[in-house]
């Protein structure tokens, strides 16, 4: 039977510690697959480095949303955010993560953290920990100067190339997109 995980970023009183899937077989014999479901808030920090589970990383910050969100004290935030970024330098100077791994890490957690913030003043605060203010991976660059060239290339207006790259890009906030054509666009003429 194939291996299968349901990872629950958030938890209530009603979250599953187990889910059970019924395959059912063309002779309606059934047979029941039960996994054990992986809850994040059960993970320290220390287990998410140890254990090397690096793509949990982001979701880590979601622990918090009620006092991100409130604008409430968030010094635990800033000490668990300040944790994961020395560990994640730390291994990539040891050679675990790569360049591109430890930008998309940063740019994940900072992804999380603006959706979170909805621009109240925590955001940059936070968003600073990891690295400054980059939300895009650099994955989400090259998708960005690939639409400012093929929109020019087929003659959209400004306007246009803006909503095309806030439609692809989730996330984008208008003044970086701008920031954006501005940068790439130039680069065309």
Do not use: C, W
């Amino acid at each position: 039977m194939p291996r299968f995980s349901i990872i629950y970023v958030k938890r209530t009183d009603r979250t599953p510690k187990t889910t059970t899937i019924t395959f059912t077989f063309p002779d309606g014999q059934t047979v029941d697959y039960k996994s054990d479901n992986i809850i994040l808030a059960d993970f320290t920090k220390e287990k998410i480095i140890e254990k090397r589970l690096f793509s949990y990383i982001p979701f880590y910050i979601v622990r918090y949303e009620k006092e991100i969100v409130s604008e409430g004290n968030i010094e635990k935030v800033v000490e668990e955010l300040t944790y994961f970024r020395d560990e994640m330098v730390r291994l990539h100077q040891e050679g675990e993560l790569s360049d591109d791994e430890l930008i998309d890490l940063k740019g994940f957690v900072n992804t999380i953290i603006t959706h979170i913030t909805n621009g109240n003043k925590n955001e940059e605060r936070l968003v600073n920990i990891m690295g400054g203010t980059v939300i895009e991976t650099e994955s989400d660059k090259i998708k960005i100067r690939t639409i400012i060239e093929m929109g020019q290339e087929v003659g959209l207006d400004d306007s246009e190339i803006l909503k095309k790259l806030q439609e692809k890009i989730i996330g984008l906030p208008l003044k970086r997109a701008q920031a954006y054509l501005e940068q790439y666009g130039k680069q065309l003429v």
